[in-house]
């Protein structure tokens, strides 16, 4: 993984996690545990400093190896730890992957989800070659529905047995990019 590497719209930087983002995120993470946790599954009540250092460690790998590629969203300005992006469960046969994302509580309602989805996604069409994304998110879940709506995403369905929270099957309201769809 290049460590220099990453994304810029001059409001927000993406960058894969460091080590060094630990006490960052974690404190945005805990922050925002009751908005996130009914939607994100490892954001819960007891959530840790060694789940953060867990998963930066696996986020390092993931990019190591090709797998999936978490971003940190962070503030251009002066670094603040904003919150996450991923683009995951790619299909490279079908040339295809989700994007799943979260703010922390304090900078919600302020566009960077929308800007962090949008510089991914160039990244995803651009760089990995994918030519479909999607958004999957419970249905009463309004913010990333928003997001999505906000970044040109297309509403397709609300997909039976979608996404699994919790030891629990839910529908997802499912939206689609694709590389027109960000002219």
Not at 94 to 107: C, E, F, K, Q
Not at 117 to 128: E, I, K, N, P
Not at 132 to 155: D, H, M, Q, W, Y
Request: proline residues 5%; charged residues 20%; contains cysteine.
């Amino acid at each position: 993984m290049t460590s220099s590497f990453s994304l810029s719209d001059g409001t927000i930087l993406l960058r894969p996690h460091r080590p060094e983002d630990c006490d960052a995120m974690y404190a945005a993470v805990t922050e925002s545990i009751p908005e996130i946790s009914p939607w994100l599954p490892w954001c819960h009540a007891g959530y840790s400093r060694d789940e953060t250092a867990g998963f930066i460690k696996v986020a390092r790998a993931a990019w190591d190896d090709r797998s999936h590629y978490p971003f940190a969203i962070l503030a251009a300005t002066d670094g603040a730890f904003l919150g996450g992006i991923a683009i995951n469960h790619i299909a490279k046969p079908n040339r295809l992957a989700n994007v799943g994302y979260w703010v922390r509580t304090s900078r919600t309602r302020q566009g960077i989800a929308s800007a962090a989805v949008r510089l991914v996604s160039q990244y995803a069409f651009a760089t990995l070659g994918l030519t479909r994304l999607e958004i999957a998110c419970i249905p009463t879940n309004t913010s990333s529905r928003r997001v999505a709506e906000k970044v040109g995403a297309k509403f397709e369905a609300v997909a039976r047995n979608r996404l699994v929270m919790h030891g629990v099957a839910y529908a997802a309201a499912l939206y689609s990019l694709l590389p027109e769809d960000m002219t």
